[in-house]
């Protein structure tokens, strides 16, 4: 039983059968002599889970309820694996915090990371951060608690990951002490950067799936062809890099070649290049502050040729402009926005509205629900509740 092994790291993948959750574990699997797969969890796709512990035979695996722990637990009880199978969130969080826990990768998707991630965050966890709303959510209690718990806080968001980069090592006094301008964040444009407008309202879930460069859940693919991916992650740029809005400028780059770019006083600009695949952060995090093989091949810049760069259309990316209002806003705003979008895109998904809609919900919640103090965990969830509540008016109003 792989539980005996003390010498390797030991992590935790929160969102195992997702995009990033399998990415790290092709990492992990190369890697046998310095990583071991401590705890896995899904959701959803719970046969993918079944094969995944077969594989990495985790001390844990967390399901979401007490019927799918059965049947998994006795499964893997029958295949002769000790993995202890939790439930709920609050297995996530005692998978997150556990004390044999090194590093966890905070892979769920949505708010429902939130509270696993935290937990990770409390107990001093190296956190690979790939849930990017966990952050956007709760930004300011989620920094304030790696400070106080000297968590290690590394991006696993391909952009975050390459500023991380290009930073110096301490840049805890602020980015104008380490002599930064600005930050260049780059975006791809997604799939619809040059569709004609009149034919956005008509695209349909595929089509707004079908990213041209990267491989991803729906969810962030949606985010990405409406660009509040973009929106995203702007805000957690500022609260990573303790940046302002009005410091951070979205390029679209579509060849996603290079990952993003920081611009220094004395003209200097670093940037982060590498062929888009996942598992180059996810090592590069997993490995910090070394460097390991992430089985990515080498960067081929002869067959990349040429390196575009234009500035985003706010017309076509209206929710790009609706997330710059809600980090400017602060507070509860990117909690708020957040939740709309989550909503909206749900919908979307579910072919219940068009994917032009998605801003028209983010704009109404922003709009109708007023800004308060986020200051406690409670806090943050209320905002959410409430913003999801004004969607679905939204929704109903609309006949949805
Ligand atoms: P995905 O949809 O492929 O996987 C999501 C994972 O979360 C799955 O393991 C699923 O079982 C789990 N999950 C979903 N709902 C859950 C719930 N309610 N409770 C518990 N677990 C739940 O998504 P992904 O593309 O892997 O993205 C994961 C996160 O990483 C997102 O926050 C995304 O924004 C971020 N991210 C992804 C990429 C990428 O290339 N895929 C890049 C940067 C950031
Ligand atoms: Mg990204």
């Known amino acids: 039983m792989g539980c005996a092994l003390t010498q390797p790291q030991r992590i935790t993948v929160l969102g195992a059968t997702g995009s990033i959750g399998l990415s790290t574990l092709d990492v992990i699997a190369r890697h046998p002599e310095r990583y071991q797969a401590f705890a896995l969890s899904g959701f959803s796709r719970l046969t993918e889970l079944e094969a995944l512990c077969l594989r990495h035979r985790p001390c ?89 718990s000297n968590a290690v806080l590394l991006p696993i968001d391909s952009e975050h990951n390459a500023i991380f980069q290009c930073l110096p090592t301490d840049y805890s006094r602020g980015l104008a002490d380490v002599g930064v301008r600005r930050i260049l964040l780059t975006a791809s444009g997604g799939p ?58 979205v390029v679209i780059h579509p060849q996603s070649v290079i990952h993003s770019l920081v611009d220094y006083v004395d003209g200097s600009v670093l940037a982060q290049l590498g062929n888009p695949d996942m598992r180059t952060p996810i090592s590069h995090a997993l490995a910090w502050p070394e460097r390991i093989d992430s089985g990515v091949s080498a960067l081929d810049l002869f067959s990349v040729a040429r390196l575009d760069f234009q500035a985003p259309d706010e017309q076509r990316f209206p929710c790009l402009r609706l997330a710059r209002q809600a980090a400017e806003a602060g507070a509860s705003a990117p909690a708020m926005l957040n939740a709309a979008n989550e909503v909206a895109v749900a919908a979307f998904l579910d072919r219940r509205i068009r994917f032009t809609e998605i801003a028209s919900i983010i704009d109404e919640v922003l709009n109708r629900e007023a800004v308060i103090a986020v200051e406690t965990l409670d806090a943050v969830l209320q905002a959410d509740v409430r913003a999801r509540a004004v969607a679905g008016q939204w929704l109903v109003r609309h006949g949805r």
Request: hydrophobic share 50%.
């Open 60 to 148: 844990f695996a967390a399901v979401p309820d007490a019927d799918s722990a059965r049947h998994l637990q006795g499964s893997l009880l029958a295949a002769g694996l000790e993995t202890r199978v939790l439930v709920g969130e609050q297995g996530l969080c005692e998978i997150a915090a556990h004390p044999d826990v090194d590093a966890v990768m905070a892979a769920i998707v949505g708010a429902a990371g939130l509270q696993p991630t935290l937990a990770a965050v409390e107990a001093g966890k190296r956190v690979l951060l790939a849930n990017k709303e966990a952050l956007v959510m709760s930004g300011a209690l989620f920094m304030q608690s790696v400070r106080r």
């Open 192 to 249: 619809f950067r040059e569709l004609p407008l009149e034919r956005l309202p008509d695209v349909s879930p595929e089509q707004a799936c079908a990213h041209p460069n990267w491989s991803m859940g729906r969810k962030i693919s949606v985010d990405s062809a409406s660009m509040m991916n973009k929106g995203l992650e702007l805000i957690e740029a500022c609260w990573l890099f303790d940046a302002r809005p009005a410091q951070i400028e």
